[in-house]
């Protein structure tokens, strides 16, 4: 991207590095963002967007590397496990956001006093506090706290009432809306979208959207991304980089695909290299010397120029062995074949009910409940936080035991926990995935590798070092290669980059079986098309 004086940047990372207890989350990432930026921060979970969006704030200090922000307007930070005071009031917290601009406000005040009577020399302070406070919006700031409390649902909340009397998602709210009140020059947040219902949601957007300073979000909600988002930092778990994406996220999109593609050319390619020197080679070494005649009887310079070509013939042979040995070292693998369920191989497809649930309850965790999935049957199931939907669909595994009621079951099952534990903490990646699976270890390195997943160093690593992304990649991938009839998928976008969520969409739409899936995921919710359940 080419910077204008337009454009300055405003944030940038120069060659950091972060260390958590001996593990490294960021190595050596350099980028920059310009002013007017809205950028989002993407990756799966453990990967480390939080550790860089706390670098930006300040809130944490690289290991090596500086972290530099311009930004005279201040900076605002919203974090995503903040604890407020419970005995502070809702205008309290309001007003702690706004303090710096109060303090400013005030200071203004006693100059505009001092230089009616005057006194002329808080002149040059007074003009630099008057741009910093017409830079925040301080003549809005009451009218824009109402905006933000209103936008969010708090509206009707009194402004007397105790943070510990608010829900945990009332408190989240506030925090985002004091944050937002305060209007910084670079605003920094972290999962704003958690606890926000519909209107919120379309409200925040539209506000980020309008604004004029540089955001920087880190988010897992890709129509978040999609509406607000006008660049993109992918942090990559597994390499502990930082990738960045320009056309926000559809731009995204396009050049993973791209990538791809590109992959696919350079193993193609480098296959034709290796036929076509393996050919050459061959083909040489069978040559021989010229069959031409001797002419006057010339025998002596006849053998010389048979032996040059038998030279240069060995010559070429072993040049051409040399440049395929090194090929050979460095290959190109083969890239990953789209994400696939595998359905069971029966002479005939299963048909008719395949769960059958019957006033199934669990004390204090599900209430009684009833449904049917036939063969095919697409069901997601929604519901607030609470109402049992991840316990429902464990009893429909048979992981969980219901007090009351039962379920018939046809045909094979497969289950993703919304937590899931794929394998004991001192297990490797490859020995987690190929246990209780057909075939050896060489076998098994073969089929992970083919699902683009993991890279082959990583299968030596310890499933206890594993971030939650990663845990979730290996648990997707076991599920991947077990032939099921029915498909239970707890939340089976949470924890993974929003690229393999796409992938994981693709392949969930070429699944033949049933499909019993519970799902917050706003872009999974409105792409559905089948029945849906809703618990209260």
């Given at each position: 991207?080419?910077?204008?004086?337009?454009?300055?940047?405003?944030?940038?990372?120069?060659?950091?590095?972060?260390?958590?207890?001996?593990?490294?989350?960021?190595?050596?990432?350099?980028?920059?963002?310009?002013?007017?930026?809205?950028?989002?921060?993407?990756?799966?979970?453990?990967?480390?967007?939080?550790?860089?969006?706390?670098?930006?704030?300040?809130?944490?200090?690289?290991?090596?590397?500086?972290?530099?922000?311009?930004?005279?307007?201040?900076?605002?930070?919203?974090?995503?496990?903040?604890?407020?005071?419970?005995?502070?009031?809702?205008?309290?917290?309001?007003?702690?956001?706004?303090?710096?601009?109060?303090?400013?406000?005030?200071?203004?005040?006693?100059?505009?006093?001092?230089?009616?009577?005057?006194?002329?020399?808080?002149?040059?302070?007074?003009?630099?506090?008057?741009?910093?406070?017409e830079l925040r919006g301080g003549y809005d700031a009451d009218a824009?706290?109402?905006?933000?409390?209103?936008?969010?649902?708090?509206?009707?909340?009194?402004?007397?009432?105790?943070?510990?009397?608010?829900?945990?998602?009332?408190?989240?709210?506030?925090?985002?809306?004091?944050?937002?009140?305060?209007?910084?020059?670079?605003?920094?947040?972290?999962?704003?979208?958690?606890?926000?219902?519909?209107?919120?949601?379309?409200?925040?957007?539209?506000?980020?959207?309008?604004?004029?300073?540089?955001?920087?979000?880190?988010?897992?909600?890709?129509?978040?991304?999609?509406?607000?988002?006008?660049?993109?930092?992918?942090?990559?778990?597994?390499?502990?980089?930082?990738?960045?994406?320009?056309?926000?996220?559809?731009?995204?999109?396009?050049?993973k695909a791209a990538a791809r593609q590109r992959w696919a050319q350079?193993?193609?390619?480098?296959?034709?290299?290796?036929?076509?020197?393996?050919?050459?080679?061959?083909?040489?070494?069978?040559?021989?010397?010229?069959?031409?005649?001797?002419?006057?009887?010339?025998?002596?310079?006849?053998?010389?120029?048979?032996?040059?070509?038998?030279?240069?013939?060995?010559?070429?042979?072993?040049?051409?062995?040399?440049?395929?040995?090194?090929?050979?070292?460095?290959?190109?693998?083969?890239?990953?074949?789209?994400?696939?369920?595998?359905?069971?191989?029966?002479?005939?497809?299963?048909?008719?009910?395949?769960?059958?649930?019957?006033?199934?309850?669990?004390?204090?965790?599900?209430?009684?409940?009833?449904?049917?999935?036939?063969?095919?049957?697409?069901?997601?199931?929604?519901?607030?936080?609470?109402?049992?939907?991840?316990?429902?669909?464990?009893?429909?595994?048979?992981?969980?035991?219901?007090?009351?009621?039962?379920?018939?079951?046809?045909?094979?099952?497969?289950?993703?926990?919304?937590?899931?534990?794929?394998?004991?903490?001192?297990?490797?990646?490859?020995?987690?995935?190929?246990?209780?699976?057909?075939?050896?270890?060489?076998?098994?390195?073969?089929?992970?590798?083919?699902?683009?997943?993991?890279?082959?160093?990583?299968?030596?690593?310890?499933?206890?070092?594993?971030?939650?992304?990663?845990?979730?990649?290996?648990?997707?991938?076991?599920?991947?290669?077990?032939?099921?009839?029915?498909?239970?998928?707890?939340?089976?976008?949470?924890?993974?980059?929003?690229?393999?969520?796409?992938?994981?969409?693709?392949?969930?739409?070429?699944?033949?079986?049933?499909?019993?899936?519970?799902?917050?995921?706003?872009?999974?919710?409105?792409?559905?098309?089948?029945?849906?359940?809703?618990?209260?």
């Open positions: 991207m080419l910077w204008s004086p337009r454009m300055p940047t405003q944030i940038t990372a120069l060659d950091v590095s972060k260390s958590f207890d001996g593990r490294l989350v960021l190595d050596s990432v350099t980028c920059s963002l310009s002013a007017g930026e809205r950028t989002g921060i993407i990756g799966e979970n453990g990967s480390g967007k939080t550790t860089l969006l706390r670098l930006l704030a300040g809130r944490e200090r690289p290991d090596q590397g500086e972290i530099v922000v311009h930004a005279a307007g201040g900076v605002g930070y919203l974090a995503q496990d903040e604890r407020l005071p419970t005995a502070a009031t809702v205008q309290q917290i309001v007003d702690r956001a706004l303090s710096d601009l109060r303090t400013v406000e005030r200071r203004m005040r006693r100059l505009e006093a001092a230089m009616a009577e005057g006194d002329e020399s808080g002149m040059t302070e007074y003009g630099e506090l008057l741009t910093v406070f824009r706290v109402e905006r933000a409390l209103h936008g969010l649902g708090l509206g009707l909340v009194d402004r007397h009432r105790t943070v510990g009397t608010l829900s945990g998602g009332e408190q989240v709210r506030l925090r985002l809306a004091a944050v937002l009140a305060a209007a910084p020059e670079v605003l920094l947040l972290d999962e704003p979208t958690n606890h926000l219902d519909d209107a919120a949601l379309n409200w925040l957007e539209e506000h980020l959207r309008a604004r004029r300073g540089t955001t920087v979000a880190v988010s897992h909600d890709r129509v978040f991304l999609e509406r607000v988002a006008t660049t993109l930092l992918e942090v990559d778990a597994d390499r502990r980089h930082v990738v960045r994406y320009g056309n926000g996220y559809a731009g995204y999109l396009a050049e350079a193993y193609d390619q480098w296959r034709t290299d290796v036929d076509r020197l393996r050919e050459a080679a061959a083909t040489t070494a069978r040559q021989v010397a010229p069959g031409r005649a001797m002419k006057d009887g010339n025998k002596m310079a006849y053998d010389r120029a048979g032996g040059r070509v038998q030279q240069s013939l060995a010559s070429r042979v072993r040049n051409a062995e040399e440049r395929l040995r090194r090929m050979l070292a460095d290959p190109v693998p083969p890239p990953p074949e789209p994400l696939r369920f595998t359905p069971v191989l029966r002479s005939g497809r299963l048909q008719g009910v395949v769960l059958d649930a019957t006033d199934v309850a669990v004390t204090d965790r599900l209430d009684r409940t009833s449904l049917t999935v036939k063969a095919g049957q697409r069901l997601l199931i929604t519901g607030p936080n609470g109402a049992g939907k991840s316990t429902l669909l464990g009893v429909l595994a048979g992981r969980v035991t219901p007090d009351s009621g039962g379920v018939v079951r046809h045909g094979r099952i497969g289950h993703l926990p919304q937590e899931p534990r794929p394998g004991e903490p001192h297990e490797s990646v490859l020995a987690a995935f190929g246990r209780g699976r057909a075939g050896d270890a060489e076998e098994h390195a073969e089929q992970l590798l083919a699902l683009g997943l993991f890279d082959r160093d990583q299968f030596a690593v310890p499933v206890g070092r594993l971030s939650t992304g990663q845990l979730q990649r290996l648990a997707l991938a076991r599920l991947l290669g077990e032939p099921t009839d029915v498909l239970l998928l707890d939340e089976p976008t949470n924890h993974l980059s929003p690229a393999l969520v796409e992938e994981l969409e693709t392949a969930l739409a070429g699944y033949h079986g049933a499909l019993v899936i519970v799902s917050h995921d706003r872009r999974l919710r409105r792409r559905w098309q089948g029945t849906h359940l809703a618990l209260s």
